[in-house]
């Protein structure tokens, strides 16, 4: 049952006035029983039309924003879009992994029968925390160790799938596993590694503004989780390529 508290972002539009495109989408999501944490891919719950209509909404709040922050947009030549930009780059850009599909990815069956080491990598990623919405940027490695069984896909969409997992606000920790859960779902290896490597802009640019941390991290599936001796084999071929 939800509290009171919960639900304050839903406001009862005055009658005769159209109910907010946000509102109708969370409205949705709702009914659905759908989480929409800022990770969260929410595009089965938003119809095409709906998108034009979500950016002039975001423009407009963006808008008091701007004002609230005594900026004039109005005088300032250089601000005088700015809310409409920051819009359109969070819902197409940046954010752009909660409000749009998934990438077609082609699929291809192992004729061949690999089942050998693959390593795709580096992989730029850009991504943002959610807890200040500064900059995360990094790179992906992935080991594959692919099976009779498994789906191969092209060098290209590993690149596509990052991108998309990486493109909404999270702490990079739940981004690696959700990536992983994905290319686990889509190839069904006998055993799947991912490392990562970024710089955190809300270390860099405000807090402790410490511009030389980095945090690494790592998910390791199946067979990289039970031999370690592939294990080293893959993280001692990163480390070669990082020298």
């Given at each position: ?94 954010f752009?992994?909660?409000?749009h599909?998934q ?9 061949e029968?690999l089942n ?15 807890h ?6 990094g ?5 594959v ?7 191969l ?30 290319l686990?779902?889509?190839?069904q ?11 955190h802009f ?18 390791m599936r199946?067979?990289?989780l039970?031999?370690s ?15």
């Amino acid at each position: 049952m939800q509290t009171t508290l919960e639900r304050t972002d839903e406001v009862v539009p005055n009658q005769g006035e159209p109910v907010p495109v946000s509102e109708r989408i969370r409205g949705r999501l709702r009914a659905a029983q759908q989480r929409f944490h800022a990770n969260d891919n929410i595009a089965r719950h938003i119809e095409a039309a709906e998108l034009p209509l979500l950016l002039e909404e975001v423009t407009l709040k963006m808008q008091g924003v701007l004002q609230s922050l005594v900026i004039d947009t109005e005088g300032d030549h250089n601000t005088r879009d700015t809310a409409r930009r920051v819009a359109k780059m969070y819902l197409t850009e940046v954010f752009r992994g909660r409000y749009h599909p998934q990438p077609d990815v082609t699929e291809f069956p192992n004729v061949e029968h690999l089942n050998e080491l693959m390593i795709v990598g580096p992989i730029t990623v850009r991504s943002a925390c959610s807890h200040h919405l500064c900059p995360i940027i990094g790179k992906v490695w992935i080991g594959v160790m692919p099976n009779e069984h498994s789906n191969l896909i092209g060098l290209s969409k590993y690149a596509r799938l990052c991108g998309w997992v990486m493109s909404r606000p999270q702490i990079q920790e739940e981004a690696v596993k959700r990536l992983a859960d994905l290319l686990q779902d889509r190839m069904q290896p006998d055993g799947l590694a991912l490392v990562m490597e970024a710089d955190h802009f809300c270390t860099q640019w405000r807090g402790v503004k410490d511009a030389d941390s980095k945090m690494i991290n790592s998910v390791m599936r199946g067979s990289f989780l039970k031999d370690s001796n592939l294990r080293r084999e893959f993280l001692a071929l990163l480390q070669r390529r990082s020298t």
